[in-house]
């Protein structure tokens, strides 16, 4: 439904200790992969090139120590616009805490690479989620299908390529840990072009374009539909 954000300006952070504490995994994040993933920053560390030909990424189940961290990646500006929620505490208690505590069956990670928590990501089998089914109608029908959605948090992580293997990677999980899905399907908004794009770099097909019928705020407006199917090999 939503992804890596079109990302805007940097915005300076707030002073005291919460500068801090951001400054802090800024410099952890600038040290990711050094050996493995060469980087080359700017001199304000805000124009990045970089090869993750090599990087690790990771996913691991989102426990509830991670909520504030949520909150924090969920308001940020190169955030907010896409993924549309309230980003409160509570709120994201009311919403992802059934996930934690195992009674929805959608299922949470935090993504890692270099031992740093970047982004979140999410995975749902469309038989487990029927009114996603009903709201994708109109696309066609996605038999065995599993659907996910995904975000980067950390700003610095942004326009570096990582999207793409992020992505990629969460795929080739999903065809090992799934062997009867036979196709992730993504809706995204038209608007999010650095998110579709990065699905097509991670071999996704664009299948549909249109209104997605859903009563989540994130889908408002013109969507595409991607859709990557499990190859032969898999």
């Known amino acids: 439904m939503v992804g890596p954000a079109q990302v805007p300006a940097p915005v300076p952070a ?16 600038r040290r990711v992969g050094t050996n ?52 409160d505490l509570t709120s994201i208690e009311e919403r992802y805490g059934p996930g934690v505590d195992g009674l929805d069956p959608t299922e949470l990670f935090i993504v890692e690479t270099g031992g740093q928590a970047v982004g979140f990501a ?6 487990d989620n029927p009114a996603w089914r009903r709201s994708l109608a109109a696309a066609g029908e996605h038999a065995d299908a599993a659907g996910i959605d995904y975000l980067i948090g950390e700003q ?20 090992v840990s799934y062997p009867g ?24 097909e664009r299948t549909w374009a249109g209104t997605v019928s859903s009563g989540d705020p994130s889908d408002n407006g013109p969507s595409y539909v991607y859709v990557r199917r499990r190859p032969p090999s898999a």
């Open 122 to 127: 999410q995975r749902y089998l469309f038989d």
């Open 14 to 29: 707030p002073g005291g200790a919460a500068s801090s504490a951001v400054a802090a995994r800024d410099n952890q994040l």
């Open 181 to 204: 899905v036979s196709q992730v399907v993504v809706a995204v908004p038209q608007a999010n072009r650095r998110s579709w794009r990065a699905l097509e770099k991670a071999g996704f």
């Open 36 to 87: 493995d993933c060469p980087l080359r920053l700017g001199p304000a560390g805000d124009r990045v090139v970089a090869s993750f030909a090599i990087v690790e990424v990771s996913f691991r189940l989102l426990v509830r120590k991670d909520f504030a961290l949520l909150s924090d990646w969920f308001a940020r500006p190169h955030v907010e616009p896409w993924w549309r929620e309230e980003y």
């Open 156 to 175: 610095m992580m942004t326009g570096r390529g990582f999207g793409p293997l992020m992505i990629r990677q969460f795929v080739e999980q999903t065809w």
